[in-house]
């Protein structure tokens, strides 16, 4: 969130080609909607420890919540900015996010996730009222969840 897209995108294709191992997990919104979005994110850090091919000593967490996994895990508040290997993960993950979001502007180009990125932006929000929800919106979101409500 600190450096730019263009950066992002940069440091995300270095991250990729020099790190030893990383991993990438999507959660769909309906597994975020059937367990809820902390369940869904212990899951995708789980899932993303167990697919790495170098099975790591220790990993670091940001947040203040661990994944169930066999390797030790520390968290880390405010992870990213105290640890190279935290932010170079955010990087990975934001950038990982931001083209599911370009990918899914073109099959729903109505809402303008190219721009907004899925966060709740004022044009967001009116294209939700507008148009409803599409398959990518999470139902427990709460912008969403009002809208779904208010119909």
Not at 45 to 69: F, H, R, V, W
Not at 90 to 112: G, Q
Not at 131 to 138: D, E, K, S, T
């Amino acid at each position: 969130k600190k450096i730019s897209e263009k950066k992002r995108n940069l440091l995300y294709d270095e991250i990729i080609e020099k790190s030893l191992s990383w991993s990438i997990v999507e959660i769909s919104p309906q597994k975020i909607d059937e367990i809820n979005i902390l369940q869904a994110t212990l899951l995708g850090m789980s899932q993303a420890i167990s697919n790495l091919n170098i099975s790591p000593e220790i990993c670091l967490i940001d947040g203040n919540q661990i994944p169930k996994t066999t390797v030790k895990t520390i968290s880390v508040i405010k992870g990213d900015s105290k640890y190279i290997s935290i932010a170079a993960a955010s990087i990975l993950a934001k950038v990982t996010r931001d083209r599911i979001m370009i990918e899914i502007h073109k099959d729903f180009p109505l809402y303008n996730f190219q721009k907004h990125k899925g966060y709740p932006t004022k044009e967001h929000r009116e294209a939700l009222k507008k148009y409803g929800i599409c398959p990518h919106h999470r139902k427990s979101y709460k912008p969403v969840s009002l809208i779904l409500s208010d119909r």
